[in-house]
């Protein structure tokens, strides 16, 4: 156990660490060519977000395409940084400016952080807008937006609506707190239902001119800082709960190792809350004062996010898997990356016209999830490559259910998938035999029709690289075998479109001898299944196939 669990957290550091180590290996004009789109990419989702409400891509997609950039900066010797918060900037000054918050990315970044330092606590992330609330005789007076920073957007407006979060106070106090606004979920569990687009509901929401009490009430408020007020944490927090902000103390909690960081991280990923979250925050007891505090990421505080449902993976190749039928399925080779603990290094379009649809090229930045927990699922193009790389891609019109009975190289894929389908359970059952098998076979020039292997002797196989002397037996004695199966087994191994409910026989010239109306006359059989076992029987190749297949004895032909 304890060496499969250092081999997973081995890999893991190989490959959330090799994107960010090795430089990419292109020429410097293109390194350069694709920052300064990323660059604008991101400058994009920016503006949306931070000055309209709109969310362009998931929070994950951008974390990692914000990494990506400062790789290249970092790669490309660029000084130069830019402000995510550029165009954010309002009018009215916050009374002690937002500070932003350091994102430690591994399990090594978190215990260097906390080493050395004391009295920590850890809440959850909640995943909302940040705001400051400004009271004035225990009333919320005043609703800024975080802006930059150090100048927000008035958002008073919207505090008569806000009907869902404490606007006065038990007491006529004045008193600047800073907090997020979130939008209520009931029993929500991040580690299964993922953010919902929380953040994007409320941003839009505050980005409106105005909005009724009832879409206020889905509003809720999560004070995570008290700037001018007591000194230790812990009252704060006491405070904080008289003054009606109990969910603060609720969800903190003091911790004293690496060990109670992480097991509170799984714990509100995996338990329900009222509201989305997408990490946790680590922060000291003590901090400065907040005369002295800065919009910038200070040395008290951290977020330590959770793993990516989503991920950002470069394309490194497009390749096309054609099956035994001739649909060709594109898949994209990406840079091998874990998600969820699971490592992907290819995901499927589905469809040829899809890839021809979305064009996506070596070089393409995409984005990956899990179907089902497990599957790699293609989302969308995130970024696109300056430079559009060719694709060898097969043609279609050479690929249809009738197609590819011999090995040529355009045909070898498919074939291979239809010896595939002969000697799986489907078809003759020759267990323990798979493409793997097949396509070395093919390869050493053994079988290039689909009946060769009937006539195959063990010195051939042996002359098969991977295929040794028991290997050899235990593939004749499987042949053999094959050579026994009744009639209509081999049809369907030869992939007959006929319905299973179809009893087929006796031989095949009785079959291939039946004209379109014979076959509608089966039960279960309509006019395009007619038409399909038609031209199936009738098909010189298979024709050809049926009289070599009566040649090795094969029972019906």
Known sequence: MLLKLFACLLTLACLSTAHATSCPPTPATQARLEFSQLQQTVAQWDDHYHRLGVSLVTDEIYDQSRQRLHHLRTCLAITTDDNPLATARGPIPHPVPHTGVAKLHDDQAVTRWLRGKHNVWIQPKVDGVAVSLIFRQGQLAQLLSRGDGVQGHDWSRHIAALTGITRQLPGPDDLVLQGELYWRLDQHVQATAGGLNARGSIAGLMARKQFGTEHGAQVGLFVWDWPNGPASQAERLTQLAALGFADSQRYSIAISSYADAAHWRQHWYRSALPFATDGVILRQDSRPPAERWQANAPYWIAAWKYPFRQALAEVRDVRFSIGRTGRITPLLLV????????????????????????????GDQVAISLAGLTIPRFDSVVQRNAERLPVNQPAPEQHHPLSCWQDSQACRPQFVARLNWLSGKQGLGMSRLGSASWAAMVESGVVSNLDDWLALDRSQLLRVPGIGATRADQLLHMFEQARQQPFERWLRALGVPAPKSLALGPDWQTLAARNTEQWLAEPGVGRGRA????AFF????????????????????
């Open 538 to 557: 009738s098909h010189d190749e298979l024709q050809i196939l049926a009289d070599q297949l009566r040649l090795h004895a094969i029972k019906g032909f």
């Open 335 to 362: 840079q091998p990356l874990l998600l969820d603990d699971r490592r992907i290094s290819q995901v499927s379009l589905g469809s040829l016209a899809r890839w021809q649809a979305l064009d996506i090229r070596p």
């Open 531 to 534: 038409a399909q076992l038609q």
